[in-house]
């Protein structure tokens, strides 16, 4: 069933959202994949949709939330919140639709596109020894009071982000507050809740450079540099409370690879004389640099989240040779399990964190793994397949890659609801400090 080594990298839908015509700081860094014919919605429209964001409706009053009921919400060694099957619930509505007051990226929005079956919208998880609550989203507001959450990562971490923000929406409504007009930098308050969600573009968390940035092309060669923390994260660390990391697609592309600013190697570069390096060291790099780097913060007691590994779903041939994702149900656990280089990413991250996540308790530093890969592998029909843009655009590679909105994505945020209600009151002590001591990488 697993298709070849697709390259999910080189799907056009993988990076950025909609307006791509503002320059950043770091222009080369992250210029799109795609070249803007490809974009759906002209920017004006997108700058219509922003403005519907500046709108404040009437906020309900405050509720309060009582602490989470024990064993409803698993935890502890009774329940694995990540470790059960997709049950079909017929009754099952979604969060949002694709008519309600927040952005969903045209790529992710399969309703808009016609997607014909709705089947894949009332699928909930069941963890084996507990149940996952729905997602409230009062109680997600009153838990995050006060605070900031930041996605750092790549395209699907923006998925989850856009996901949060639309479930959030029923609540309050999100005011774009961002500092640019790169979509990939956004910054929503919710108001009444002193609340801030915030997306970094990061999607390799290490620092990146393109030699070449003007022949930008999704086989291009970069430069990787595994022992240094991405600056597009490191600076904003200061004012966030919680962060939620994730990264996996681009590491896939070709990069030469630097460790203390020397070549040691090269992924995909047809170089005869730069060794070829394994794409997981590479991965385990970025993420021995990621933790080593949060390790180093100064009295920090903040919430760090690793989302682990979002499985590809092309079957039928790679992304650009036909492989498409058609499945209108889920695969059962007996049916799909992570495997092959999938499973090799998920460890090669997970095997890191681990080891992270024993360091920071010796720090009062607190690790959690959103562990979830097993959830995902099973849902094949949760991608847009062809439905991320019209049908008039016979160009456009099926996208397996990213999570239909609303979808199984949003499931991601009842687990990190759940999670963050196991932290337990004032689970956040103070806000980070950085330590501007150089790295020390073993
Ligand atoms: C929402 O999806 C429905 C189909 O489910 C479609 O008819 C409608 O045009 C869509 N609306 C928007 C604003 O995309
Ligand atoms: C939670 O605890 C109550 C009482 O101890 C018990 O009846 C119930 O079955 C438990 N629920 C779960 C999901 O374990
Ligand atoms: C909002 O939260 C920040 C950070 O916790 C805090 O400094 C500030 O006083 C809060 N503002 C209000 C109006 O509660
Ligand atoms: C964002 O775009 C608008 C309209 O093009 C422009 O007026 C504004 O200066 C831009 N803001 C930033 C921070 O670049
Ligand atoms: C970019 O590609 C064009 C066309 O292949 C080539 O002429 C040009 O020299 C390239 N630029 C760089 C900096 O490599
Ligand atoms: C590898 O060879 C190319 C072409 O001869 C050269 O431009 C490049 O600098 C060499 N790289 C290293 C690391 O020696
Ligand atoms: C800051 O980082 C350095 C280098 O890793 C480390 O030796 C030092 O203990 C750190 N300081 C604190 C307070 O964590
Ligand atoms: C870290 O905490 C210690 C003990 O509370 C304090 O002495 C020190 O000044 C703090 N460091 C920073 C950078 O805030
Ligand atoms: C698909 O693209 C080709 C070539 O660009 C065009 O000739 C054809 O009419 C398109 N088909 C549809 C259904 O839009």
Known sequence: MESGKANPIELPTTTTTTTTTTTTTNGNLHKPLINTKHFILPVTTLAILIILHLYIGNFSDHRLINPPAGNSTGGGDKCNLFQGSW????????????????????????????????????????????DLPEFDAVEFLEVVRGKSLAFIGDSVGRNQMQSLVCMLAAEAYPIDVSHTNDTRFRRWAFPPYNFTLVAIWSPLLVKTRDPNPENFTRNSLMNLYLDEADEAWTSELDNIDITIFSTGQWFFRPFTYY??????????????????????YAYQMAFKTTFTTLLNLQNYTGLIFLRTFSP???????????????????????????????????????NEFKAAQKEGEKKGLKLRLLDTSDAMIMRADGHPNHYGHPASDNKSYPDCV?????????????????????????????????????????
């Open 87 to 130: 049950v079909f619930d017929d009754e099952r509505e979604t969060y949002y639709t694709n008519e309600s007051k927040c952005i969903i990226d045209d790529r992710q929005n399969c309703m808009k596109y016609g997607r014909p079956d709705t089947d894949f919208l009332k699928w909930r998880w069941q963890p084996d020894k507990c």
């Open 259 to 280: 460790e203390k600013g020397e070549i040691i190697g090269c992924h995909f570069c047809n170089q005869e004389n730069i060794t070829e390096i394994s794409l997981y």
């Open 312 to 350: 590809q779903h092309f079957e039928n041939g790679d992304y650009n040779n036909g492989g498409n994702c058609i499945r209108t149900k889920p695969f059962t656990k007996q049916e799909m399990k992570l495997d092959g280089y999938k499973l090799m990413m998920y460890s090669t991250q997970v």
């Open 402 to 442: 990213h999570w239909c909105m609303p979808g199984p994505v949003d499931t991601w945020n009842e687990f990190l609801l759940e999670m963050l209600k196991m932290e337990g009151e004032g689970f956040i002590e103070r806000t980070p400090q950085r330590n501007t001591t150089k790295l020390n990488l073993r």
